[in-house]
């Protein structure tokens, strides 16, 4: 596996590799790696020849200061685990090597953007578009994976592929999840003990949520989700929203969609966590 910081050494290393005919998949990641990225490598090794994880925490993604600080860092533990798993290279460039200077791109991301993360962390869609299509345009991958615990990001990717026309195609990749179902996420390690015994409760409220909407309604599924949620301190929801699987706009009823989800952003103290439900 080939550790590499430089964007031109990166480009020159991938044109050789797709000069012999080989096909190339990307992982993008913020590092703090875990078994749930470790199944996106899995994948990204077994379906294409030259498999490429990168390692950043892009800034522009962050509306909240605090939170980008806070964020675990841990590349030399990252790379072990990347290498272990079969990825051939692994870029990790530096903030200016990225942003040599500020990039002032708005992408039109269109609706899937604006509801449930885009209303309440203004500019993270932006910013993740930003990334994201500079480690594109950069690795010129045929495949990319993205985990489905950031359902939504999953659509803007999609969004902001087909509006600048790149020919990747977005591999979505199931949940993984610890054995008592909370969902793998790096914020995990921020949880105190009590707290991390607590999160679960926001998987298992989802899951047990399929069985109320069975006779319920889409407001009853949702006050009933946020009620039991809220009633757990520190849990605190910030939103809990019913959704169309493709459009990812609020639902009123059931017979409006072929496939409903059901979106939650929680606060476990001062960590913020996402989980999803397929209905």
């Not at 200061?65 to 990790?92: I, N, S, W």
């Not at 989802?206 to 009853?220: M, Y």
Request: aromatic content about 8%; overall charge negative.
């Amino acid at each position: 596996m080939k550790i590499i910081n430089c964007i031109a050494a990166l480009r020159s290393a991938l044109d050789a590799e797709r000069s012999t005919g080989k096909r190339v998949g990307l992982v993008p990641t913020m590092g703090a790696l875990h078994a749930g990225h470790l199944s996106l490598v899995d994948r990204c090794v077994k379906e294409n020849d030259v498999c490429v994880a990168s390692v950043f925490v892009n800034p522009t993604q962050f509306n909240d200061k605090r939170d980008l600080e806070t964020y675990p860092r841990t590349l030399e533990q990252d790379c072990a685990l990347l290498e272990k798993a079969g990825c051939g290279y692994v870029f990790a460039p530096s903030n200016e090597e990225m942003y040599p200077e500020p990039d002032t791109r708005v992408f039109d991301l269109g609706a899937v953007a604006t509801v449930m993360e885009g209303a309440f962390r203004p500019g993270h869609f932006n910013g993740v578009a930003q990334i994201v299509s500079k480690l594109f345009m950069i690795v010129e991958p045929d495949r990319a994976y993205f985990g489905e615990k950031d359902f939504q990001q999953i659509a803007v990717i999609r969004s902001m592929t087909r509006l600048l026309k790149l020919p990747v195609e977005i591999v979505p990749c199931p949940i993984v999840r610890e054995a008592d179902g909370l969902a793998l996420s790096s914020r995990n390690v921020r949880l105190t003990p009590e707290q991390r015994r607590i999160a679960p409760v926001i998987s298992r409220t989802l899951k047990e949520s399929r069985i109320f909407a069975a006779s319920g309604t889409v407001e009853e599924t949702k006050a009933w989700v946020t009620k039991t949620l809220n009633e757990h301190p520190p849990l605190r929801v910030e939103y809990f929203e019913i959704v169309d699987a493709t459009s990812l706009q609020p639902i009123r009823s059931w017979d409006e969609t072929a496939g409903a989800v059901g979106c939650a952003a929680v606060f476990c103290g001062d960590v913020r966590l996402i989980d999803n439900v397929k209905y």
